[in-house]
């Protein structure tokens, strides 16, 4: 009666994941030889186990597909400062009709456990059941792959804290449905949602797998509501190369890093009881009109980032990093125009405030007129939702890029911190 | 008919027991009542009538699954379960030779402990924690237990799966005499009567449909459709084989709807769905089902609804989809309430999460009614589909989730 249920763990033996692991790695090193470009997408490193907070990414910005990232004790839900990977699936929920707290602790508890299991490679259940009349707890398309980094975050949307689970006393204090913001056009089918996952992983089918099972086993609580398949992160960690977005200019070249903005920045203090150690999550659909984008004149278009293409320096510096000189003047006005993207974002124009982004690209395929139907899956964390809405109503009513965007789908999620071991995330809320 | 509307009213009363029992097995229980009485030789305490267990999960270096007793007298034995820390484990069994005797699943750490009672009398059984390490523990039962009341557990099972054939047959019996009218209506040229026969005969099919699948006639090869009496029967333009021709529920369907005329190849259809139906009901008369058989049934007629029906696949003239939808529904809904008295002993838990879903999927199609349409329902047009189907579909698939596990239970009850 042996199940079989979990391959073992990479540190026990020579399990197929490891295998398969180390020989994507040997295989990039070989190529590393003939091609320097493959190095910056798979390594040789075979250290099992880091810490992301703490590993010491190469600037190199290599992606070790055995990294394991810690579920519990982290204080902080992972996926949010862990150092972003390369794909993403962003799933929302909404709550079952008729469902009770018990439904929703039981959801957030499977749930956490289930994530732990995944988070190190592990299956959530039987992919083979020995009993032939019994289905699989675990779908199977990830059995055998490397853990890749996976993180998965679970957010509790407004509808968590109203008058059906009883939980309003527990509700986040800032935790409310975002106001209409200039330039929404958002759809009620990608707008709101009761719960939030975004699975991250540098495997996109591992991020998959993970959201797919986690979904699978809570369809009597909740049903899915919308869905946005990442890929290409659009924001850099520590040490990441800062990565581009579709229109081709580098993003988030000014992130939240640091533990002072993060603590500033990011994570609830003790004042915001049970969600100490919190945040809360906004998440945008943005489309972009990429066929017009790309018949724009690269002059227009660095003066609607305000920073260069190739570089990504501001338009009054010559390096990345440069601080960018709002008030500098040429022969025609600003050098930085006062509606570009990053005069209208920066810190120093809103009152120092940062948040930080933590996006990815998406493509949904072609839309009805044929075009390309893609843009940015923006997710930031903040803990002050206002923070968000301030800067979005600047950029929102100014923003030269608007020609170019669409804000089609919003989110705002409340997260909890992370779990200790024997715990799940959300429990306080069932104190 | 009637005689199985008692026996579904006489589960739903069992069901009431079910859920009061179930509140109480969810409830913590103390470890050490001060009404223990202490176990002789290491045995379970027994409080309250039941030898008591407490089986903790943990998953530090680990998973592992610890029972406090490992031996019981004989009588009932109630298994507290605490997941204090490991993921990996979310499901614990009581066995006998392989059978589930009683088993908690959803377990997950910090989740308050939940608890199982059953009935053992003396022997050895098997403590089977999926995921831990070592998976299976041998749990010892002295003496003996007064004999049960109520027989058992495979017993109950086998005589639903016994009367559940009475039942299909009486289905089928009554499909033959719905395909009858409608042949007379099509042989008499009037096509309004003709589609209000065809309406009333459709459920008969949809309600059994999961039994008869792929059922080939004897003399036939198993790639000759010409002998499938499921494809002769229902088939559609989306599965047509050109070899054998449409015939069928589908083509008299199209006849009346799209072409909105009878002709006499569409008295032919209905001349052939008649003598077909005639075949099916001696075959249904041959069927022997054991209690997996009902579940797995179940749970096609579910696939069904998913795949066939929300997405007006079946009744693509006379958009009826919603009729055969709620008797696909209605025939899963059959099959289960043969089980439950069964099942109930198994895992209450999860029968009364699949009443409860039956009754939310009923609550979404009843949203849909329509009296004024063939049928009852709102004509399944692409225009209802695209504003209902959402709903629809997520119901249904709220009710294939816990009907999925049921075959499993009941294949192995003892």
Known sequence: MTQNRTPPPAASGPSRRRLLAGGAAAAAAGATVGAGVTAGLLTGATQPATTPTSASTSATDEVDLTRIVPFYDQTHQAGIRTPPQRHSVFMTFNLNAGTDAQDLQVLLARWSAAIAQLTQGKTIGTVEPSRPDAVGTD??????????????TVGLGPGVFDDRYGLAAKRPALLADLPRIPGDVLQAGLTGGDLSLQACADDPQVAYHAVRNLARMVTTTA????VVLGFGRASAGPGQETPRNLMG?????RNVAGDDDYDRFVWLGEDAGWMAGGTY????????TIETWDFDRISDQQRIFGRTKDEGAPLTGTAEFDTPD????????YVIDQASHIALAAPENNAGVKILRRGYNFTDGLNDQGLLDAGLLFISYQNDPQHFIDLQNRLGRFDLLNEYIRHVGSGIFAIPPGPPTGSYIGQALFA | MSRKFTTVAGASTALVLTAALAACATTPVASNSPAASSGADGSAPVTGGAAQVKVTLTGDGGDACTADHLTAPAGPVTFTVENVSSTAITEVELQSELKILGEKENLAPGLPAASFTVTLDGGTYTLYCLGAEPETQTFTV???AAASPTGSTATLLNEGAK????????????MATAVTNLKTAVDSGDVDEAKAAYVQARPFYEKIESDVEGFVMEGFKVDDNAGNLDYLIDMRASNLDEKVGWSGFHAVERDLWKNGEITSDTKKYAADLSTNVGTLVEVVKTLEFKPEDLANGAAALLEEVQSGKITGEEEAYSHTDLNDFAANVEGARQAFAYLQPGLEKIDADLMNQVVTEFGNVDAALAELRDKSAPGGYLPWTSANRGKHSKTLSQAVLALQ?????????VATAK
């Not at chain 1, 779908?139 to 998965?152: D, F, I, K, R």
């Not at chain 1, 709002?326 to 006005?333: N, S």
């Not at chain 2, 009367?163 to 009554?174: F, N």
């Not at chain 2, 989730?401 to 239970?409: G, H, R, S, T, Y």
Request: no cysteine; charged share 20%; proline share 3%.
């Open chain 1, 223 to 226: 049903h899915t509501h919308w």
């Open chain 1, 249 to 253: 200019f580098k993003d988030g070249t």
């Open chain 1, 326 to 333: 709002f008030a500098a003047r040429g022969d025609g006005g």
């Open chain 1, 139 to 152: 779908t199977g398309e990830a059995y055998g792959l490397a853990p890749a980094s996976l993180t998965v």
């Open chain 2, 163 to 174: 009367e559940y054939q009475t039942w299909v047959v009486g289905q089928a019996e009554d």
């Open chain 2, 401 to 409: 989730q816990p009907m999925q596990k049921i075959a499993e239970k």
């Open chain 2, 142 to 144: 002295t003496g003996q």
């Open chain 1, 281 to 288: 999550q906004v998440v945008r659909k943005i489309t972009m």
